[in-house]
């Protein structure tokens, strides 16, 4: 099957998203490969973008998550039409037959003053803990759950094989100036690497848990195993966290006990749609380097 070859022209950008510059050639493109393929439906037609754009994640799988957010967008500007949705079908959620490593006994409190904070162990969770960390988030984060959109990984704490804490970690926000400024970064320059950047989405010691300086030994031990698991999923490394925390809620004492580097308050804007609001609470802005000379590999210097 023939498929839309698309090129980057001569002519000025119109658009850009992440690190994809488009032009007028590339949305002719677009509207060529949509009227030929105009029975395929919006599930299936990023995959055929991707594939007509060579458009692949770090790991070599397809980004159809991104460019299915680039073609919505697109499609709220008026530059192409997607094709109609489709009737969803009923679908039966299949959950697992034996009960999974994240739930544990409900009110089951752990609180121990004098425990030993070196029996702690963090690693990525399993493909069947996935419904677990969900349902989790879910319950008793203040956040909720939203599913997250590119790289992402997700974590489990055990203080003697009990469950005490769970982590989320995913792409960093696209506009953080304390950011920018702190690594040194131009715009050419944050567009190419803002992938070695990782954001901490999630952080939850579960509410009946009770341990002096468990939320930063946590942190601690998961920041030391997270450019290795990092590289390991998606085939690069990360060199910088970063986490943003509501002041009105929380202090980040946490983060400053793990010798996180509080770089100011943001402006207060907050992402709704593609649109930013200037509504929302400031945030305070921490970030750790994952190496010692992170913001040279940041600004490509090493």
């Given at each position: 099957?023939?498929?839309?070859?698309?090129?980057?022209?001569e002519?000025?950008?119109l658009?850009?998203?992440?690190?994809?510059?488009?032009?007028?050639a590339d949305?002719?493109a677009?509207?060529?490969l949509?009227?030929?393929?105009?029975?395929?439906g919006?599930?299936?037609?990023?995959r055929?973008?991707?594939?007509?754009?060579?458009?692949?994640q770090?790991?070599?799988?397809?980004?159809?998550?991104?460019?299915r957010?680039?073609?919505?967008?697109l499609?709220?500007r008026?530059?192409?039409?997607?094709?109609v949705?489709?009737?969803?079908?009923?679908?039966?959620?299949?959950?697992?037959?034996?009960?999974?490593?994240?739930?544990?006994?409900?009110?089951?409190?752990?609180?121990?003053?004098?425990?030993d904070?070196?029996?702690?162990?963090?690693?990525?969770?399993a493909?069947?803990?996935?419904?677990?960390?969900r349902?989790?988030?879910?319950?008793?984060?203040?956040l909720?759950?939203?599913?997250?959109i590119?790289?992402?990984?997700l974590?489990?704490?055990?203080?003697?094989?009990?469950?005490?804490?769970?982590?989320?970690?995913?792409?960093?926000?696209?506009?953080?100036?304390?950011?920018?400024?702190?690594?040194?970064?131009?715009?050419?320059?944050?567009?190419?690497?803002?992938?070695?950047?990782?954001?901490?989405?999630?952080?939850?010691?579960?509410?009946?848990?009770?341990?002096?300086?468990?939320?930063s030994?946590?942190?601690?031990?998961?920041?030391?195993?997270?450019s290795?698991?990092?590289?390991?999923?998606?085939?690069?490394?990360?060199?910088?966290?970063e986490?943003?925390?509501?002041?009105?809620?929380?202090?980040g004492?946490?983060?400053?006990?793990?010798?996180?580097?509080?770089?100011g308050?943001?402006?207060?804007?907050?992402?709704?749609?593609?649109?930013?609001?200037?509504t929302?609470?400031?945030?305070?802005?921490?970030?750790?380097?994952?190496?010692?000379?992170?913001?040279q590999?940041?600004?490509?210097?090493?």
């Amino acid at each position: 099957m023939e498929r839309a070859t698309l090129r980057q022209s001569e002519s000025a950008v119109l658009w850009r998203y992440r690190n994809r510059e488009i032009r007028a050639a590339d949305l002719a493109a677009l509207r060529a490969l949509l009227a030929q393929h105009s029975e395929v439906g919006r599930k299936a037609f990023p995959r055929l973008v991707c594939e007509a754009w060579d458009w692949r994640q770090a790991n070599g799988a397809w980004s159809e998550c991104a460019c299915r957010d680039l073609l919505l967008r697109l499609e709220e500007r008026g530059e192409i039409v997607l094709p109609v949705r489709r009737p969803a079908r009923p679908r039966r959620r299949h959950l697992p037959l034996r009960p999974i490593d994240l739930v544990p006994l409900i009110g089951l409190e752990v609180c121990d003053p004098q425990a030993d904070l070196s029996q702690i162990e963090v690693r990525p969770i399993a493909a069947e803990e996935r419904l677990g960390w969900r349902l989790f988030m879910a319950r008793y984060h203040y956040l909720g759950y939203r599913p997250p959109i590119g790289e992402y990984l997700l974590y489990a704490a055990f203080l003697d094989e009990e469950l005490v804490a769970l982590l989320g970690w995913a792409a960093a926000a696209l506009h953080a100036p304390l950011r920018e400024r702190y690594i040194g970064w131009d715009q050419p320059t944050k567009r190419r690497r803002l992938h070695l950047v990782v954001n901490n989405v999630r952080f939850l010691v579960l509410p009946w848990v009770r341990v002096k300086n468990l939320a930063s030994k946590v942190l601690a031990l998961t920041v030391r195993r997270l450019s290795a698991d990092w590289e390991q999923a998606y085939g690069h490394p990360v060199h910088l966290a970063e986490t943003f925390v509501d002041t009105a809620r929380f202090r980040g004492t946490c983060y400053r006990a793990a010798n996180w580097r509080y770089l100011g308050q943001t402006a207060g804007r907050s992402k709704q749609g593609n649109a930013y609001l200037h509504t929302a609470t400031p945030k305070a802005l921490y970030v750790y380097p994952l190496a010692g000379d992170a913001r040279q590999r940041l600004c490509g210097s090493r």
